[in-house]
């Protein structure tokens, strides 16, 4: 299992900007399955975006496919999720979290077992 810890999450009007960080301290994420997740009041948990952390395959929610980025940096444990032209509807907590399943880009919450606490994204 892994700790994760989510940063960047912060107010903003719609048609901005807000790049997220997924980060595993102190250890090197290498294939892995890790997703970005979003939760608004009284909704269900949604898929925003996943990538394999072995490289060659991204999948994104149809919500957000063309807006949003997911990567992985050098550093091997840090992965940002890059939000523009920002709606009020991506309005909610941001969670990201790990699993190293097959068939890796499930946007499904119920494949992945480690998570992070949330980092807060407020649109309007």
């Known amino acids: 299992h892994v700790q994760l810890v989510e940063s960047g999450g912060d107010s903003v009007q719609a048609g901005g900007s807000l790049r997220l960080t997924c980060e595993v301290p102190?250890?090197?994420?290498?294939?892995?399955?890790v997703g970005w997740f979003r939760q608004a009041p009284g909704k269900e948990r949604e898929g925003v975006a996943a990538?394999?952390?072995?490289?060659?395959?991204?999948n994104y929610g149809a919500a957000v496919k063309g807006r949003f980025t997911v990567s992985q940096e050098n550093d091997g444990h840090t992965i940002p999720l890059q939000m523009d032209s920002l709606l009020p509807q991506d309005t909610g907590m941001y969670y990201c979290?790990?699993?190293?399943?097959?068939?890796?880009?499930?946007?499904?919450?119920?494949?992945?077992?480690?998570w992070g606490q949330g980092t807060q994204v407020t649109v309007s």
């Open positions: 979290a790990a699993a190293r399943i097959s068939g890796c880009g499930s946007l499904d919450p119920a494949d992945y077992y480690d």
């Open positions: 102190g250890y090197t994420l290498s294939g892995y399955c």
């Open positions: 990538i394999f952390t072995g490289g060659g395959m991204i």
